[in-house]
């Protein structure tokens, strides 16, 4: 499968090791003087270890990987002791990885008996863990930019509606290149694919398309590598489970590429799902709105 995992570049990095103890999940180790993964299924990409190296040898890259497994990270993280299974599962927290952080949580209280630390203090009550699973958490650091982190919030209005509108956008970030297909506000959602220009022609875009929906938008002229595109959204539909998929794309030409990859990613899904495609014209009226 295609995931979002560390990659090292090894020109760069001098061995100095301060990466090492920001990876609670004990995917990095120091083989031959050079920092190494040594488990993709033990690095959760969230990229907790970017900002620790003084070389800039460490980045996040898309690629083949086996799955992350978070019941495998658990059960290493805990002979390291209760401050590191602390600190792994309040990162998982701090990137909305909530479902994983209840596989974590889950892992402590099957394996208690056999944990060399009291737990209590760890596994929270069952209200309050309802609490964290329904509260949006909006901080972290995902991939080596900051604007690329993984967030999910509840949209705000600021000042007077009629003058200012309300934004209904959900989540960040929205552009196809930069999201994680499996982030946890994509989980059966109904999903609006997006041309970059739609939202700059129709005045309602937020109030009538965007609302009750998670966003991705894409340019399928501009944008370079799209068939990733195409890998990303039949992720979606398998595996995040999204309800429908709406597109919009504009009146001219180029943006009928947008439509193809939604048809090539449901020719190569497991799971089939309703698509309306939408399409908008230059001066903002609609001129096609029809279910696919």
Known sequence: MKRQIIKIDEDKCNGCGLCIPNCHEGALQIIDGKVRLVSDLMCDGLGACLGHCPEGALEIEEREAVPYDENAVMAEMISKGRNVVIAHLEHLIDHNELEFHAQGVEYLEQNKENIPFDISE????KEEKEEIMTHEHHHGHG????????KSFVPINIGNEAISGKSELTHWPVQMHLINPLASYFRDSDLLLAADCVAFSLGNFHSKYLKGKSLNIACPKLDSNIEIYV?????????AHINTITVMIMEVPCCGGLIQIVKKALNNAKRKVPVKAIMVGIKGEILSEEWM
């Open 143 to 150: 991939g080596s930019c900051p604007g690329s982190a993984s």
């Open 231 to 239: 890998e990303k959204l039949t992720r979606m539909i398998d595996e």
């Open 122 to 125: 760890i596994v929270l009550p």
